[in-house]
């Protein structure tokens, strides 16, 4: 039976972190291509909060796709860079648990 130190548990709670940031910003930025699909009121303050994290983290897709349809090509472009955070919070919390110490076998 493995023995778990206290590393190996911070390793864990640093992935199990980095992999819910990661779908907790994608999830925010999929709301927002919900929001911008069925034109919700910019001025509300849920739209604004998913506004102001799409525009923080989810820059780099950001008139990406070209449509005739704003809406549609905005809310493609958000599901992208969502896609892309759930993914990436994956990939990188798989890598922190790989690169952590191996759990020592009980003596």
């Known amino acids: 039976?493995?023995?778990r130190t206290a590393a190996d548990r911070v390793v864990t709670l640093l992935a199990?972190?980095?992999r819910v940031v990661g779908a907790l910003i994608g999830a925010i930025?999929?709301?927002h291509a919900v929001f911008v699909l069925f034109d919700a009121?910019?001025?509300n303050p849920q739209v604004e909060l998913t506004t102001a994290v799409r525009d923080?983290?989810?820059w780099f897709?950001?008139?990406m796709s070209r449509m005739d349809d704003r809406s549609i090509a905005e809310a493609i472009d958000d599901a992208i860079a969502a896609l892309?955070?759930?993914v990436l919070g994956n990939l990188l919390s798989k890598l922190i648990l790989r690169l952590a110490p191996a759990a020592r076998a009980k003596a």
């Open 16 to 18: 199990s972190v980095v």
């Open 29 to 31: 930025i999929l709301l």
């Open 84 to 86: 892309i955070y759930v």
């Open 56 to 58: 923080t983290f989810g």
């Open 61 to 63: 897709t950001r008139n």
């Open 1 to 3: 039976m493995a023995v």
């Open 41 to 43: 009121n910019p001025a």
